[in-house]
């Protein structure tokens, strides 16, 4: 089946740096890739949608200059978490659509990133 | 508004009992739902994917129906093992764009 890559799937970072994390599809092209945040013991959390070669739709409530997302190609999608602090810390996962999935829609998702800010 | 609500919250069970997690959903106009199984730190993984013309799927000891009249969907596990212990997320799409709703999940617990 389809594949979905996700780096670094740990990071630690200082407070006020910023984390970029990677997304990307291994096997199939991905038109559409998905950012989530889980917080412990809760669903995901859909924070944007982004399209290849367009800017991202983030849903309400999400800082789209705090959560930097480009999908410049059909197989990578990143997520910048812009001077990061303690309550940004939280696991993130992608998700991505395309390609082998075909008309279903069908999702992939990555291993997830386990971001902590000290 | 476009929602998918989950029931029970939680559920404990003894390995090799059977189970039954629900999923209600409003997503309109609808395209497909899907159950995915995700394991503590770990990203969702697929279990089944259904479109509104399909009343069950099974994959192993999951079996998951749909009834698009009630817009209700079921996933049953059959003789539960300690692996099956996670959380069982239902995912809605609507029609065209396929634009995900999810549900909030039901963690599994199964005790040995």
């Known amino acids: 089946g389809a594949v979905v890559s996700q780096h670094p799937s740990r990071v630690i970072c200082k407070s006020g740096t910023s984390v970029k994390i990677e997304c990307r599809s291994l096997d199939f092209q991905a038109t559409t890739m998905f950012w989530y945040r889980q917080f412990p013991k809760q669903s995901l959390m859909l924070m944007a949608t982004s399209n290849e070669g367009s800017k991202a739709t983030y849903e309400q409530g999400v800082e789209k200059d705090k959560f930097l997302i480009n999908h410049a190609s059909l197989t990578l999608s990143t997520l910048t978490v812009t001077s990061a602090h303690p309550e940004d810390s939280s696991f993130y996962i992608c998700?991505?659509?395309?390609?082998?999935?075909?008309?279903?829609?069908?999702?992939?998702f990555g291993e997830g990133s386990r971001l902590t800010v000290l | 508004k476009n929602q998918v609500e989950q029931s029970p919250q939680s559920l404990i069970i003894l390995e090799g009992k059977n189970c039954t997690l629900q999923c209600n959903y409003t997503v309109s106009p609808f395209s497909n739902l899907r159950w995915y199984k995700q394991d503590t730190g770990r990203g969702p993984v697929s279990l089944t994917i259904m479109t509104f013309s399909e009343n069950t799927k099974s994959n192993g000891r999951y079996t998951a129906t749909l009834d698009a009249d009630t817009k209700q969907s079921s996933l049953h596990i059959t003789a539960s093992q300690l692996s099956d212990s996670a959380s069982y997320i239902c995912?809605?799409?609507?029609?065209?764009?396929?634009?995900?709703?999810f549900g909030r999940g039901t963690s599994l617990i199964v005790h040995p």
């Open positions: 995912v809605v799409s609507t029609g065209g764009s396929y634009i995900p709703t």
């Open positions: 998700s991505a659509r395309g390609g082998l999935a075909g008309e279903t829609g069908e999702l992939f």
